[in-house]
């Protein structure tokens, strides 16, 4: 079977739309829609179509810019354009040839006369514009485009303007928020210490189960207060390096994490070298390995397990993280390092978090002079490795956008 030839008609009103559709539809005709100029542009990349019919007075871009920049397109060099409109004031046919259309008809629309019209065009049909009135249009018409640019560039800087102004605010309040959760945090995880170590006096079973549960929240709100804390101000900060002892540093991490794995049931394994000793930010570094090991816990289901194995070479460190969870879709996998990207799947969904861990952990280990990659098979499992030189080779620019 032969495709039928396609139209492109660019045309924002509705009966106008219908009405050519059923016109050339008729007559075999494939008649494709573009309400505006950006969608035309867009449809006419990826279609060859035999004829674009264009209304000139449409949204954003006109009908004149838009076929100017049609025919900029090389696959569309011998495609007519031709303008179908409203505008019969005197000059509007050459100021539509000078844009660059190969034809113009006026509406209204003759349903008798347009399939002959269309069908002149696409056997190869061109009006052209008388000689001597073609430079003084063009110059016109340059001029016009040039206008209505430095409109659109004013428009787009301040607009710019107003959006960074809306980040500044939005920065600020982020930044005092974050200081008036830390004070009440720190005091409630101070007391949940002292009542878990006993400082009031024995807990009895219930009371006992109600302070896990004050812990856990509590823990998950510190998680969460400190990622915001660094988004909003550690990570513009050059890093702060002091000799770190990872090991030491993993084992302590995943004992903090115990009661957690012992609550998901899964089975967290460390490995690692003795004593890796490097120069890095503590911080910073126990905040990175903290949010995967925790997206390893939320995302592995009971009876898996999550690895984690620390590597000494010469010159770097390697620390491989993997797990038995629900693991990454190809296609999602460089998207997970992109700021408050979450999978759309109902395990995620039904877990705790906002999408900045693994964008932080990017800049994390970014800065250290590092990099971080992700292999996984769906309903597998993940493994993140991270490798960080010995020695720092740090950006002086720290300020990666996250
Ligand atoms: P959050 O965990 O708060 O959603 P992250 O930035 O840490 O945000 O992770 C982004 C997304 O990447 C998660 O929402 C999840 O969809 C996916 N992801 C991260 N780690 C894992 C993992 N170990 N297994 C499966 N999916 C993961």
Redesign the pocket.
């Known amino acids: 079977m032969t495709q039928q030839p396609h139209i492109l008609y660019i045309e924002d009103n509705r009966d106008n739309q219908r009405l050519v559709q059923r016109i050339l539809g008729a007559r075999g005709y494939t008649v494709m829609i573009a309400p505006d100029g950006m969608t035309a542009l867009a449809l006419a990349r990826e279609t060859l179509p035999v004829l674009i019919l264009v209304d000139i007075n449409i949204p954003g871009l006109d009908g004149y810019e838009t076929t100017t920049r049609l025919k900029s397109m090389a696959h569309l060099h011998e495609t007519p354009v031709v303008a179908l409109t409203a505008d019969v004031s005197p000059g509007a046919r050459e100021r539509a040839l000078v844009a660059g259309c190969d034809g113009y008809l006026s509406k209204p629309i003759d349903p008798r006369q347009l399939p002959e019209q269309v069908l002149a065009f696409i056997s190869g049909k061109r009006e052209f514009v008388p000689p001597g009135v073609e430079t003084p249009m063009l110059r016109a018409y340059n001029q016009k485009v040039v206008e209505r640019l430095e409109q659109r560039v004013r428009e787009l800087m301040q607009a710019h303007n107003e959006l960074q102004e809306i980040d500044r605010l939005k920065n600020r309040f982020l930044s005092s928020l974050s200081h008036e959760l830390r004070t009440p945090l720190t005091s409630l995880l101070g007391y949940i210490d002292l009542l878990n170590r006993g400082m009031f006096g024995d807990l009895n079973e219930l009371q006992q189960e109600a302070l896990e549960v004050l812990q856990r929240n509590g823990d998950l709100l510190n998680r969460q207060l400190n990622n915001l804390i660094y988004l909003q101000e550690y990570r513009s900060l050059p890093l702060a390096l002091v000799a770190v002892d990872l090991t030491e540093m993993a084992r302590r991490l995943v004992q903090e994490l115990q009661p957690k794995v012992e609550r998901s049931g899964v089975q967290l394994i460390l490995q690692a070298d003795s004593e890796i000793c490097f120069d890095a930010d503590r911080v910073a570094l126990e905040l990175a390995l903290t949010?995967v090991l925790d997206?390893?816990l939320?995302?592995t289901s009971t009876g898996g397990s999550i690895n984690l194995m620390l590597h000494n070479e010469p010159s770097r460190v390697i620390i491989v993280i993997s797990?038995t969870?629900?693991?990454?879709p190809p296609e999602a996998l460089d998207k997970?390092f992109i700021p408050f990207?979450?999978?759309d799947?109902p395990t995620?969904s039904s877990q705790p978090?906002?999408?900045?861990?693994?964008?932080l952990v990017q800049h994390i280990v970014e800065a250290h002079g590092g990099q971080i990659t992700v292999r996984s098979t769906p309903a597998k499992g993940?493994t993140f490795t991270v490798t960080l030189p010995k020695h720092q080779d740090t950006q002086p620019d720290q300020a990666a956008t996250v």
């Open positions: 949010n997206n390893a939320k995302f797990d969870g629900i693991g990454i997970i990207y979450r999978i799947h995620v978090g906002n999408g900045i861990g693994l964008a993940s």
